[in-house]
């Protein structure tokens, strides 16, 4: 059975989550601060649900403890605080995903079925790689859909019909979220960071989104690499 490991301390959240993960099938071990997660790890979970805010030991802390003792289980973070620095921080400590509560019950079990197929290596089939439905705002990569944010998906969009060619940071923050390049764009590297984990793209060696240094990206298939 699937094991997934659930560090929240607010009962109000951890106890209805539980019961709708074990419904699902999943053997769920609920830890309430950061010191059990830690002890709970070495247990060996399939997945790690991960509230930022636990007590003596905080999620930002025992994430980077998962990665520095090696660890490779896919990481979920769960946060009331949907500032976009605590985010990055997030995913620079080696989280795999995000959810910002309050979160709907059938986005969350989507991402845990996402990153539970990722770590088993199955990517849904051999058929086009990726396929975007503009008029359903609906993104599907190997014939299984992506769960997407309204910007994470006019991203991928921006990307895919440019595929093979950089697409320069000005024409992305200018597509995307309508305004001028002023030198920084942590916004957009956030949402290619958070993009690459849900291809299962490593960062150190994409093979579906390129940074192209002083430039910006470009998207191509596997089969091209």
Known sequence: MTRVLLAEDDPTISEPLARALRR???????????RVALEAVEENPDLVLLDLGLPYV???????????????????????????????VGLDAGADD????????????????A???????????????????????????????LQLTAKEFDLLRVLVREQGKVVPREQLMREIWETAWFGSTKTLDMHISVLRRKLGDDA????????VRGVGFRFESSDQG
């Open 24 to 34: 699902e099938g999943y053997d769920v071990d609920v830890c309430p601060d950061g």
């Open 58 to 88: 905080d999620g930002l802390e025992v994430c980077r403890r998962i990665r520095n003792d090696g660890r490779s289980v896919p990481v979920l973070i769960l946060t009331a605080r949907a500032d976009e620095v605590d985010t990055v």
């Open 98 to 113: 995000y959810v910002t509560k309050p979160f709907r019950l059938a986005e969350l079990l989507a991402r845990v079925r």
């Open 115 to 145: 990153l539970l197929r990722r770590k088993s290596g199955d990517t849904g089939g051999d058929g086009e790689i990726i396929r975007i439905d503009p008029e359903a705002r609906r993104a599907y990569f190997h014939d299984d859909e």
């Open 204 to 211: 150190t060696s994409p093979r579906y989104i390129t940074t």
